[in-house]
């Protein structure tokens, strides 16, 4: 190129020095732009210089394409460059972009759109010069894509992206540099090495390159070793012509390294070269250490239901001579034949195509079966992923295992993924009954509340039912009665029963039955099987699980205060008093009576004649009930009851001339809320009582007149009052 095309008449060099000398080097933006990084985090910056068709020097710094424009000149690019293509913006650089040893270029896009940037250096008088990379006789330095579209072009003897074209391999082997340091093998991990090299990374992005007569389309051109190539995702096509290959050396070249991961990669040798490898006649080899790697950590698409499988396996390409599709060392065997099977499980996730290319319409020969002559004849190597199509699956009640029947893989054991019928989205194993969740429900009496998920068979069974046993007493629920919603996707059963404070510590046992009674597998979410004893549960264990795994305190507060509410009731009403024992880290705090002297009972009026006696308790027997017992020594007729809004309030016969005014069902959280009972006689209206009493106000009666037991009955009953109003504020 001589002098280089891009150097003009003096009077357009002084015009174009005169423009630039009122440019900034750098502009701090006060618009905010956002792209992703090389790991696809979103990143963003307000500190960039916004490219023009006169910026065709590239000073360390961040460059942004906020419009689509072309450069005739060659950019060059100076130390740490960042390019950030704007969405669906356009860079055409029609003398290509010089990324000299020693300069870093890395490419990203925008998070709004892809952009793209297109080089050339393809016409007349750019001969020898890489449209992405380096000048003649020269070496790149290190080009980087983490986004976008990359398009590149070079003329005779250069890499579409890579090295220059060399006058021999004598000059190439002159030059000083670095194809790129060690590379973890078995992590796929890149510790990225101090100081400048030739290496070429792709991260995402759709790369199509193409290299110049006898140089690759990524890597080395003519003469010239490759830097080390490493991709890491992405859509890359990149050829090679005459003696290049298509990712490795240009003609008498070798490739250094490359390594592939999770990446669609196509390579086309449109001559002689290697598709991967060397180029024709490459005159230096390393005998012994494979330079061409391809592993996979792979995502299973939507069909093995989103499972990240992680597999390390590496593939060593070996050198067989020139035009085969990779390089093979010399020190390895070769099979007599490699078939389909052998060449995916080989490549572990990765396909791999060999083929003849011609043109663009003209590819003969694709396909993965070839006998071993065949393959070294071929010219083309494309590198797929897996899909893995037709899935077998080996399933447990725990989870299941995948097999591709194409590439032999097996992956770990998977939980199950539910769906709305029961059935396992990804293997179809379907459980009759599975338990989703088990826990207390507090709104009124205390209730254990199971949600269940059946299987189509077991909702459309209209005798099927599910049994709860307790203290030898068997209840039998018809999963056709009990309500069933659809719950992001997954039909939810729900079963509520009731628990007396007393039986708190009391295991329950579920089993499930279909309509023939016949004793259903039963398990939980996470595979835990209960079909051969059911499954037990109990209050107790349910505030034991809260305590040790608390969300947050009130949560915490409120599992105490109901486990030492559960263990005062047995102690008191002889419950299973043995399975019960002081929650670790727990002290109960001293509650003195004149903190809930707040709560006594109020009377207002004179008791009408006919009662004898009255009296406050609350009732654990069946749920938290306040109850005012009337002993009557006068028929009940003469008589008119209230309880709060309730008027012409029929009292419950208790026995003779005892009767009962509830307040039933009272929410853990409305314990200390008061309620009014009044009493008239119909013939004396003035002979009218008011009661005004409150659950704690039997918890304050215990605590002044009850036996111990009794007392710490009342503060257990006022501590759960306390943790439930803290739990469930701003929510009742």
Excluded at 694 to 717: D, F, H, V, W
């Amino acid at each position: 190129m001589g002098k280089k095309r891009f150097s003009h008449i003096l009077s357009i060099i002084i015009s174009v020095a005169m423009l630039i000398s009122v440019v900034p080097a750098s502009v701090s933006a006060a618009t905010r732009i956002y792209y992703r990084d090389e790991n696809g985090n979103e990143v963003n910056t307000t500190s960039y210089t916004t490219l023009s068709a006169n910026t065709t020097q590239w000073d360390e710094g961040t460059y942004y394409l906020g419009s689509t424009i072309t450069v005739s000149d060659r950019i060059e690019v100076n130390g740490y460059v960042k390019l950030i293509l704007g969405p669906q913006k356009t860079l055409h650089a029609l003398s290509g972009v010089h990324v000299p040893y020693g300069s870093y270029l890395t490419i990203y896009t925008s998070t709004s759109g892809a952009g793209i940037l297109n080089c050339f250096t393809n016409a007349e008088g750019l001969e020898g010069y890489s449209a992405l990379g380096a000048d003649p006789n020269e070496m790149n330095g290190r080009i980087t894509i983490a986004g976008g579209n990359v398009y590149s072009r070079s003329g005779y003897g250069a890499a579409g992206i890579g090295s220059g074209c060399f006058d021999s391999r004598e000059a190439f082997e002159q030059v000083e540099w670095n194809a790129g340091g060690e590379f973890d093998l078995i992590l796929g991990e890149d510790p990225t090495p101090p100081g400048p090299d030739a290496a070429i990374y792709v991260y995402d992005g759709n790369v199509d390159v193409t290299g110049g007569t006898d140089a690759a389309g990524i890597g080395g051109g003519r003469f010239s070793d490759s830097g080390r190539f490493i991709c890491f995702g992405g859509k890359v096509k990149a050829t090679g012509n005459g003696d290049g290959a298509g990712i490795g050396g240009g003609y008498c070249g070798c490739v250094t390294f490359a390594f592939i991961r999770g990446a669609d990669v196509t390579a086309v040798a449109n001559g002689k070269g290697a598709g991967i490898g060397d180029g024709n006649e490459a005159s230096f080899t390393y005998p012994g250490k494979p330079r061409v790697y391809v592993m996979e950590k792979t995502r299973f698409d939507s069909e093995l239901g989103d499972t990240v499988v992680t597999r390390t396996s590496t593939v060593e390409a070996i050198s067989v001579g020139n035009g085969s599709p990779f390089i093979f060392g010399a020190s390895e065997s070769m099979p007599s034949e490699l078939t389909a099977g052998d060449l995916v499980y080989a490549f572990d996730d990765a396909l791999i195509f060999f083929f003849d290319y011609v043109d663009e319409n003209h590819i003969t020969n694709y396909n993965p079966t070839m006998n071993i002559e065949d393959i070294f004849n071929c010219n083309g190597a494309r590198i797929m992923r897996c899909r893995h199509h037709n899935i077998s699956y080996v399933m447990t009640e725990t989870g299941h295992t995948m097999t591709c029947p194409v590439c032999h893989k097996t992956s770990e054991e998977q939980e199950h993924k539910w769906g709305s019928d029961g059935v396992c989205t990804v293997c179809g194993y379907s459980y009759p009954a599975m338990i989703v969740s088990a826990n207390v429900f507090f709104e009124g009496k205390v209730q254990l509340r199971y949600t269940m998920c059946f299987s189509q068979t077991m909702r459309e069974d209209q005798e099927a039912y599910v049994t709860f046993t307790r203290n030898g007493k068997v209840t039998k629920q018809k999963i056709s009665d009990v309500e069933t919603k659809n719950v992001e996707g997954m039909y939810m059963t729900y079963f509520y029963l009731p628990v007396p404070a007393p039986e708190f510590g009391d295991e329950i046992v579920m089993n499930v039955y279909n309509g023939a009674g016949e004793k259903q597998s039963l398990v939980a979410r996470d595979g835990t099987s209960f079909t051969e004893n059911g499954f037990p549960y109990s209050v107790k264990q349910y505030a034991e699980n809260m305590h040790n795994n608390p969300a947050y305190p009130a949560m915490d507060e409120l599992a105490i205060a109901l486990y030492e509410y559960g263990r005062a009731a047995c102690t008191y009403f002889g419950g299973n008093i043995g399975s019960w024992t002081p929650l670790d880290g727990y002290t109960q705090r001293e509650v003195p009576e004149s903190e809930l002297s707040g709560y006594a009972v109020v009377t207002d009026g004179a008791r009408p004649s006919g009662i004898d006696q009255m009296t406050i308790r609350d009732f654990f027997e069946s749920d938290n009930t306040l109850r005012i017992t009337v002993y009557l020594n006068d028929d009940v007729s003469n008589f008119s009851f209230k309880v709060d809004d309730e008027d012409d309030y029929t009292p419950i016969w208790i026995s003779e001339n005892v009767y009962a005014l509830d307040v039933p069902n009272i929410a853990a959280a409305e314990l200390h809320l008061p309620h009014t009972f009044i009493i008239t006689r119909n013939d004396a209206p003035d002979e009218t009582y008011t009661v005004r009493a409150s659950a704690l106000s039997y918890a304050l009666t215990s605590m002044k007149n009850g036996s111990p037991e009794r007392r710490q009955l009342g503060i257990a009953l006022y501590l759960y009052n306390l943790a439930a109003v803290d739990y469930f504020k701003g929510k009742i």
